[in-house]
């Protein structure tokens, strides 16, 4: 399973960014898709889900109410709406697909497959 990501990039603080993921049809179908970060340095967090198959959401504190994840099964595509970006925001962004419905944001443990990622930097 091959899931690549765009759309990261230099920011202001405020400003949006709209990263996307595409990946395979049968992972994209079966497959709960959820965004993580590694800012320089630190641990790989997770960010959101889209759950498979209801399409529920969920979000870490830190994003909840300035980002927004999609799915869309016409492009295979997810989405990650990213608004309101603060200097913290910055980090590396990586794609996930776990099979199975979730019931919160996953753990890199429970990830079954990786993209490679994208660079999101904000600056004041």
């Known amino acids: 399973v091959e899931l690549v990501e765009s759309g990261g990039g230099l920011a202001r603080t405020g400003g949006s960014l709209k990263l996307s993921c595409v990946t395979s049809e049968l992972a994209f179908r079966d497959a709960s898709i959820a965004w993580f970060r590694q800012p320089l340095g630190k641990e790989r967090e997770g960010v959101s889900c889209v759950s498979a198959p209801d399409l529920t959401e969920y979000y870490a504190d830190s994003v909840k109410g300035r980002f927004f994840i999609s799915k869309d099964y016409g492009e295979e595509t997810s989405y990650l709406q990213m608004n309101n970006l603060k200097p913290e925001d910055t980090a590396v962004y990586y794609c996930?697909?776990?099979?199975?419905?979730?019931?919160?944001?996953?753990?890199?443990?429970?990830?079954?497959?990786w993209g490679k990622g994208t660079l999101v930097a904000v600056v004041s």
């Open positions: 996930a697909a776990i099979f199975g419905s979730q019931s919160r944001v996953p753990l890199t443990t429970e990830v079954h497959f």
